[in-house]
Nanobody, 124 residues
Framework: QLQASGGGLVQAGDSLRLSCAAS????????MGWFRQAPGKEREFVSL?????????VYADSVKGRFTVSRDYAKNTIYLQMNSLKPEDTAVYYC??????????????????WGQGTLVTVSS
């Protein structure tokens, strides 16, 4: 129901845009989040956005100012535009959905639906 795509191998300083296509059910009452898991590390929060209020966005400090989350209502898709990529951004990136009743949550335990992940590798 959540399909992440757009990962790849890039060099430091490059940009990449990830997509997360939602299907099978309505996510209009959900917040959509991006998480990532680097090799040997725990999965961590990256960003989140509300489907119905684009002003409701949250970013991890490590990506603030470099990453931008957005959504396309017509395409039922959210995006993560990643600029000025660094080697430490290398990870598998996941999109996920949490019911809006939970509020703006960054803990993954609040997220009910997960995409399969897409690998981003940033070389130095």
């Amino acid at each position: 129901q959540l399909q992440a795509s757009g990962g790849g191998l890039v060099q430091a300083g490059d940009s990449l845009r990830l997509s997360c296509a939602a299907s099978g059910r309505s996510f209009s009452r959900y917040y959509m989040g991006w998480f990532r898991q680097a090799p040997g590390k725990e999965r961590e929060f990256v960003s989140l956005i509300s489907w119905y209020s684009a002003g409701s966005r949250v970013y991890a400090d490590s990506v603030k100012g470099r990453f931008t989350v957005s959504r396309d209502y017509a395409k039922n898709t959210i995006y993560l535009q990643m600029n000025s990529l660094k080697p430490e951004d290398t990870a598998v990136y996941y999109c996920a959905a949490t019911p809006d009743k939970h509020g703006l949550r960054i803990a993954e335990t609040y997220y009910d639906y997960w995409g399969q992940g897409t690998l981003v590798t940033v070389s130095s």
